[in-house]
């Protein structure tokens, strides 16, 4: 080809990359930096958009296949019925509440309980069931130094609330804890400074939502006062972490 | 059996099924998962695993029907794509390569007849992909179509076709790029 190449070769990089990472044909190393980019990204995420539609088409020559008749029970089973009803929001709500205030003694140590027993050694290859439309995740993160129990959180699915209830306060002297969330598929994601002394909750965004959902881990970094960290990586030191399980 | 909807009409319960609507989700199960368990089957090795990740799907659907945003995607690529990626995942996460067989009729992309469409999917896309595919060389066009039906790598590509890494990259980059600027010409 003859055609002029001074418009963008960088941009076509990313395109062809975009288009790579929708085809799904990068190595896991190799897919694991673009994802981090794509959430980085947001033109590039567009692009990788842009290339699921266009190669979804090819899902048309595939011919349909009858699911067997079990398989939509299953499916509703996972659906939880309360959670998705708007009705019930102030009385789940006002349930949490309670739980992250009360819950730096008793609670914490019997959602730790709940924790092990739901944590079971599944092989790395099995991914954690997905999580249905209104369920509660929940996690304890211990001291990177130690390994004491520091944070619990909660977060419903159903209404995008996070409960943060820290049980030894973390706010030392020298910083502001971070919350990340831990992608299935590597990287991280910030959630934001938390209150690294008081029980506090929030009301997660649409985008971080979707991540809170399906993350596997969560983090707690400490930043300099007054700085915020790119998006997807830590500035300062991990002081603690702990998988998210569901309740 | 499977409800015949239309776009507009499929795109509407999915977004009922965002807001909770049980009975919407049903409709959209009901309309769909044919196609989907269909996607599911291509790339994973045995029914039952494809109707677990078929199941995994919908619940996934289920919690992220409230993102999905009718003017910037169609509810069909919106639901292929979640199936084809958690297929992709299940496949890779399950360790070692199944099936050595090569690639069936790679070079030979389907006639037209068996792309006809269905209500749900949209032509034009379908179309376009298409006319767009007809201008590659062979080669590239039969292994982009086998990466998304098969969903493998380019490792998994170049050891079927036996040739070298970077030749499978370059064919399918240039495929890609090709693919791209007639698409949006």
Known sequence: MTESTTEEP??????????ELALRVLSPDEERAARAREQADPAFAGEVEAWNAHLAAFAAEVQGVQPSAEVWPRIEAGIDPVANDAANDNGRLGFWRGWAIGSTGLLAASLVAVAVLIARPAPVSEPAPTPAGGVTRVATLTLSEGGAPAVTIAYDTATGNL???????????????????????GGVQLVGAIDGAEASHRTLSAALSGQAGTATAVAISMEAPGTTPPADAPRGPVVASGELQQL | ????????????????????????????????????LGVCLRILPDRQTAEDVLQDTYLTVWRKAGTFDPARASPITWLVTIARNR????????APMRRAVPVEDAHDLADGAALASETIEHADEVGRLNVCLEQLEDKARGVIRTAFLEGVTYDALAQRENVPLGTMKSWIRRGLMRLRSCLES
């Open chain 1, 163 to 185: 409960f943060v209830a820290p049980t030894t306060a973390i706010a030392a002297s020298d910083g502001v804890p971070h919350l990340w969330l831990v992608r299935p598929e």
């Open chain 2, 87 to 94: 297929s992709i995942d299940r496949l890779r996460s399950a």
């Open chain 1, 10 to 19: 960088r941009s076509d990089d990313a395109r062809t990359l975009a288009g």
């Open chain 2, 1 to 36: 059996m499977a409800a015949m909807l239309t776009r507009d009409e499929l795109a509407g319960a999915l977004v009922q099924a965002g807001r909770g609507d049980r009975s919407a989700f049903r409709t959209v199960y009901e309309a769909t998962s044919a196609k989907l």
